[in-house]
């Protein structure tokens, strides 16, 4: 069914959620209006000649002045004409999914199941295209795909009448075609799942912020439980504070500049030269909006695992505002994160596997330990800078930017399988 959302003066509802939850049901989200106190009555004529349902929020108060001869009362849900009309203050995604929508499924005899795949690196085309045996008129599988900010959640809705091991079949292959840029299959944020990771696996991080200003570490403490991973999140944000806090060499600095891939990798190697975390990451970079000889928007996020001894420095261009750019390097770092773990966690398994087969042939041996926290002795090794173009929703900026940078396609993470290119490309501060 077709569902319009009258918000009166001003707007509650979610635009992106309502999608979402009318989808899961068969239904559509398909007309989102605001209107004046006086534009009302024009405005739910204009919807109920569209729409199936109408949802009413805001200043509910003035909807129901303006419906006093029609309702005898106020009532949070009446048809009208034929067609269902709910009113609420704030319609939030528990009003839709507890209230609302459960009157609409009166309505219609089909159920349905959905499958959530909480992607990045991908553009919705780019998704179509992986999914493309199944995006025809004849599929049993209908597929949403609504963005967030460099991320795409796509829900592939299958009804419950088809036979369940169609439906597993389904399921089995939409997981195969989807799993390289998938990340979790819940309602649950890049953060979250990063910060089971690190609680899972016992690994604890330290933090270098510059370019991202300690938004990087807001993200993490973002999650509850933070205490269990997060050892330090240390901004420094003058040259001062990197040769202080860090140890980043002033020669480095004076040789490469501040906004460099040597300064991340020397800030990254100060959070591990004291051996007691497992991963470090830092940043830095050029937020703007001023422009020094072209790097507005340059970032360069580094990496360190201590217990393989080595430290990748990433570096991105983005193409925004100082807002922008800042929130890109904070969601770049932390996919970038997500790859590593989820390969330090395959690396794991294998070495765990490996160590299986070799007791079952020498019972009597003790395998080798594999501690992850290791006294990191400089150097860790020569750094290694990886060109990469960051993910990078549209941008539409508040301001004219100075002197935009061309957006590059998006293309999924790699951070462990590099092209190494030449580490003299940023000396720019």
């Known amino acids: 069914m077709k569902v319009g959302f009258l918000s009166v003066e001003y707007q509650t509802v979610d635009v992106r959620t309502a999608k979402m939850a009318l989808f899961d049901n068969c239904h559509s989200a398909d007309l989102f209006v605001t209107a004046e106190i006086g534009e009302i009555d024009g405005a739910v004529n204009m919807l109920r000649a569209a729409c199936d349902a109408i949802v009413i929020d805001g200043n509910v108060d003035a909807f129901y002045d303006a419906y006093k001869d029609t309702l005898s009362h106020r009532p949070d849900h009446f048809e009208l004409d034929g067609k269902l009309h709910s009113v609420a203050a704030k319609v939030d995604y528990k009003f839709l999914t507890d209230k609302f929508i459960p009157l609409l499924n009166k309505k219609i005899k089909k159920r349905y199941a959905v499958m959530v795949f909480k992607t990045y690196g991908k553009t919705q085309d780019e998704l179509k295209a992986l999914l493309k045996e199944y995006m025809n008129k004849k599929s049993k599988v209908q597929f949403g795909f609504f963005d967030d900010f460099l991320e795409c959640e796509v829900h592939a809705r299958v009804s419950t ?67 269990d991973y997060l050892m330090e999140d240390i901004v420094t944000y003058s040259v001062a504070s990197k040769n202080k806090r860090l140890g980043v060499p002033f020669e480095t ?17 100060g959070l591990m030269a004291s051996g007691d975390c497992d991963i470090a990451i830092a940043t830095t970079g050029n937020a703007g909006p001023s422009v020094q000889s072209g790097s507005l928007g340059l970032c360069y996020v580094a990496l360190g695992i201590t217990s393989q001894k080595s430290i990748a420095v990433i570096k991105y261009v983005f193409n925004g505002d100082r807002d922008y750019n800042i929130k890109s390097g904070v969601k770049n770092a932390m996919f970038l994160l997500y790859e590593s773990l989820i390969s330090y966690r395959r690396q794991k ?65 790699a951070p462990f399988a590099p092209t190494i290119v030449s580490p003299n490309d940023g000396t720019d501060n």
Not at 164 to 175: G, P, W, Y
Not at 206 to 224: D, P, R, Y
Not at 253 to 269: E, Q, R
């Open 161 to 227: 009448s088809i036979a369940k091991e169609d439906m597993n079949a389904i399921s089995d292959r939409l997981v195969e075609l989807l799993r390289g840029c998938t990340y979790a299959y819940e309602d649950i944020s890049i953060n979250e799942r990063v910060a089971g990771i690190l609680r899972a696996e016992g690994l604890k991080i330290k933090i270098a912020e510059s370019f991202t200003g300690g938004a990087l570490g807001a993200a993490f403490t973002s999650v509850a439980g933070a205490s």
């Open 349 to 413: 398994k294998q070495r765990e596997t490996m160590a299986a087969a070799q007791a079952q042939q020498q019972p009597a041996q003790q395998p080798i330990p594999q501690p992850m926290q290791q006294p990191v002795q400089q150097p860790i090794q020569q750094p290694q800078y990886v060109q990469q173009q960051p993910m990078q929703p549209p941008y539409v900026p508040q301001q004219p930017v100075q002197q935009p940078l061309q957006a590059q396609p998006t293309t999924p993470i």
């Open 253 to 269: 600095i004076a040789a490469k500049g501040v906004v460099s891939g040597d300064t991340a990798y020397n800030m990254a190697l």
